[in-house]
């Protein structure tokens, strides 16, 4: 069975403000010393038949209807931020101004970004109309960054409020944000934790004849035949999670995480549990 692939650009490229200066240049300097990647301030490039596109009223229903044309209309985007901007850096509260901001296409700019879920009802929360906040949520582990998004409904509308960036050990999610970091970063620690059988749903692993593919569902692995084919590329550095209010805590023992393609319609399911300190997947989904 080929490797399931994808090539990651950055996930969720949410810091799209540029170094501007306020009339005292204290703002500029505030965002030099911010924890933004300078190379993210230029902002995206935008499909120019995305930008003609008229968006539906209908599109403030469901969350992910919206963020999909926020993502990829620079016009309505720049509406549907709440300006000034508050952008809290480590506890320290700046301000973005409109002329500020670069159009940037988010976790569309990307082939594939991941959510994390508890289980697998909790998933309904993506399409639920009753929801009024949700928060974007970008991970870089390497410099020990969490950047949350947070989205609210006003007067019906979806709106980015604000910018919140922080350690990732201030976050309720951290000791699994650690572990699937690591998890999505090293073969050899993704076989120190599995589970002794893992359920796997997609394409026959044993049928080598690409021609004459066969899903199956409930297929038993063993750790003896584990492979790392199994599994699509996970992004390891730098990743996303969209916080629609599940309950992901340090109390709760599963995870599953989803790995969502929103150009090919992919995505990947993974299933872990804790047992004592430790996660072990115990369960693969691929569509």
């Excluded at 350690?167 to 699994?176: T, Y």
Aim: hydrophobic letters at 35%; charged letters at 25%; a negative charge.
């Amino acid at each position: 069975m080929k490797k399931l692939c994808f090539f990651y650009l950055s996930i969720l490229i949410f810091a799209a403000c540029s170094g501007g200066k306020t009339d005292d240049g204290t703002l500029a300097d505030s965002l030099n010393d911010s924890t933004i990647d300078s190379s993210f301030l230029l902002g995206d490039t935008e499909d120019s038949l995305m930008a003609q596109e008229q968006i539906s009223q209908a599109a403030d229903g469901v969350f992910y209807d919206f963020i999909a044309s926020f993502c990829q209309n620079s016009k309505y985007q720049k509406k549907r931020i709440l300006f000034p901007l508050t952008h809290i850096v480590s506890g320290d509260t700046l301000t973005l101004s409109e002329k500020q901001w670069r159009f940037s296409k988010l976790h569309y700019n990307s082939d594939a970004y991941t959510v994390f879920f508890p289980d697998l009802k909790s998933m309904d929360l993506e399409k639920s109309k009753d929801i009024d906040s949700v928060t974007v949520q970008w991970y870089d582990s390497d410099a020990d960054i969490a950047s949350n998004y947070l989205f609210k409904k006003i007067e019906g509308q979806w709106m980015l409020t604000s910018i919140n960036e922080h350690s990732i050990d201030a976050d309720p999610n951290r000791s699994f944000i650690r572990f699937y970091s690591a998890f999505a970063a090293s073969p050899d620690y993704q076989r120190e934790h599995l589970a002794e059988t893992i359920l796997y749903d997609g394409l026959d692993p044993d049928n080598d004849d690409e021609f004459d593919a066969q899903y199956v569902k409930n297929h038993k692995i063993t750790t003896d035949n584990w492979s790392e084919n199994l599994i699509p590329l996970l992004p390891s550095r730098t990743f996303s999670n969209i916080d629609f209010g599940q309950d992901l805590s340090d109390n709760n023992t599963e995870r599953m995480v989803s790995l969502e393609a929103p150009a090919s319609g992919f995505a990947s399911r993974l299933y872990f549990r804790r047992s004592g300190d430790e996660w072990q997947l115990f369960k693969i989904e691929n569509y």
